[in-house]
């Protein structure tokens, strides 16, 4: 299942700096381009509440 790309353009990181999310279509999740925390991607609807949220590497760029 895949998101709309509209969808994907407002959707942002819940956190105080809502940064832009990148969509991993085949994990279904959604990972905070700033704060990298992957939010899970339930029955085709994004969570996107902290408590949910499974926290990435410290730095976003680096690899998990």
């Known amino acids: 299942m895949t998101l709309d790309a509209k969808l994907l353009e407002v959707l942002a990181c819940p956190d105080e700096h809502h940064a832009p999310l990148t969509y ?3 994990a279904q999740t959604l990972t905070c381009t700033e704060c990298a925390r992957v939010f899970p991607i339930r029955d085709g609807i994004p969570v996107l509440l ?6 990435g590497p410290k730095n976003p760029g680096d690899a998990a």
């Open 24 to 26: 991993d279509a085949d």
């Open 50 to 55: 902290l408590d949910e949220a499974v926290a």
